[in-house]
């Protein structure tokens, strides 16, 4: 992909300039079974992973694997997701590295004007094709490598693609230079919070994602799923970004919890470390996965900005009101299964978590969306509602939690012996999207 050049004119000169040095932000993950999941001893259907991006910056990738027992290897497909989600990133960020130069520039008002939307077309050009393509090619690479069992054979659908039993859906975000890259398919949720404690939720809402369907990578254009933010750092100053399934979503009793759980985690950053947070990360998870809370595998990854170090340095945190919105903490569990890595063993005394007052909601679980072309008309505006639903859940196994300062740049390698074959099916059952109905290309 060919990057333009550094532009003249006013704004692009000594602005541009060599990057800056930055220290690296650092990433907490936690991931928690949830209680309905260990009811029925099904697996931990999450997946979590962090890497270094570039040589300055880092990568988090979150994934839930649907539940539906058609989706029989979806853990798999989680994993995949995250795995092939961080390789994919870092060589987005190695294209961005190259050409720093450029995408360091300022305009006069200090945004970053061109570079931004040029960002934004690497994102969607490059980011999400790679990863759409290479989770499909190890799936299917999987799949030959070891068949489907007759057991597993039982719980497909006649006509089900081998990509269904994947299904899974992922998020990410790449902090690199003055850039956090988000890109989201399916639910879940990704808050950002500024140093004033504001809750900003820079990825688009899909209206397709009603809290009763979601959206796949083994749906038929997973492409035009997928939903881009480019924030520019420099411009919007911000001190963490949440990336969570909706176990952890789902967990809160009030809708307008990203603003609550912002204005918490700001006022915890300036007056904690990231050791303490570090231990209460694994309880907030376990507390929300619970039967008290939304009873569904959560796992989160929390990028934390080397900017939360001069709130603590400052002596100030964001809420001023002494501990956050109390009216909205509940006071953490501490899991038996979650032991933080990487950080020292002394225990830390368990203080009021940012989640609100947890309770599991009784709302159905999301299906995967579908879209069938034989039903569409020629003309008007594209159905974006589900002809058929089927309900599936989604659900991890373990219990983690690391703080991640990767020290390598290793780009994992993933098979492809299969060839690179590519699924042309067109779904017709209840559990992802039928059909091509947006074509092969971008969004």
């Not at 000169?13 to 999941?37: C, D, F, N, Y």
């Not at 990410?172 to 989201?184: E, N, V």
């Not at 507390?287 to 900017?307: I, N, P, Y």
Request: net charge negative.
């Amino acid at each position: 992909m060919t990057l333009p050049g550094p532009a003249g004119g006013p704004g692009s000169g000594s602005a541009a300039g060599p990057p800056r040095a930055k220290q690296p932000w650092l990433v907490l993950t936690a991931s928690e079974r949830g209680a309905s999941h260990v009811a029925i001893k099904s697996p931990n259907q999450d997946a979590v992973a962090t890497e270094r991006a570039g040589t300055c910056g880092i990568v988090a990738a979150v994934a839930d694997g649907h539940g539906h027992s058609r989706h029989l290897r979806s853990a798999r497909g989680s994993r995949l997701a995250v795995k092939i989600g961080c390789q994919a990133a870092q060589q987005l960020a190695d294209q961005i590295e190259e050409n720093s130069e450029f995408f360091s520039q300022r305009a006069a008002d200090g945004t970053a004007g061109g570079p931004a939307s040029e960002v934004a077309r690497l994102a969607e050009e490059f980011l999400v094709p790679a990863i759409i393509e290479r989770w499909r090619d190890a799936a299917l690479a999987d799949v030959e490598a070891d068949p489907f069992t007759e057991a597993e054979q039982g719980l497909r659908h006649p006509g089900d693609d081998a990509l269904i039993a994947y299904g899974s859906t992922l998020l990410i975000g790449i902090a690199l230079l003055d850039w956090l890259i988000l890109a989201q398919i399916g639910d879940g949720d990704v808050v950002a919070v500024r140093s004033d404690g504001q809750a900003v939720q820079p990825v688009p809402d899909d209206p397709q994602l009603d809290g009763l369907v979601t959206t796949s990578l083994c749906g038929a254009d997973p492409q035009s799923d997928f939903r881009i933010a480019v924030v520019d750092s420099a411009h919007e100053r911000l001190i963490a970004v949440l990336l969570a399934t909706d176990g952890y979503g789902n967990a809160q009793v009030i809708e307008a919890w990203p603003g609550a759980f912002s204005k918490d985690l700001a006022w915890m950053l300036g007056e904690r470390d990231l050791q303490w947070l570090a231990s209460q990360l694994p309880a907030w998870a376990a507390r929300c996965a619970s039967a008290d809370g939304s009873a569904d595998d959560t796992t989160v990854a929390l990028l934390v900005s080397a900017a939360a170090s001069v709130l603590r340095a400052n002596g100030a945190g964001a809420t001023g009101s002494g501990n956050g919105s109390e009216d909205t903490t509940i006071p953490a569990i501490r899991h038996g299964d979650t032991v933080p890595a990487q950080i020292p063993a002394e225990r830390q005394p368990i203080e009021p978590a940012t989640m609100r007052h947890l309770a599991h909601r009784a709302a159905p679980e999301p299906v995967i969306l579908e879209r069938v072309a034989t039903t569409r008309s020629g003309d008007g505006p594209a159905h974006h509602g589900p002809d058929t639903t089927e309900l599936v859940s989604h659900e991890p196994e373990t219990t983690e939690l690391v703080i991640h300062e990767p020290a390598t740049n290793e780009i994992p390698k993933l098979p492809r012996e299969h060839g690179g074959a590519e699924n042309k099916a067109g779904w017709t059952d209840d559990d992802h999207r039928a059909g091509d109905d947006h074509g092969s290309g971008g969004r």
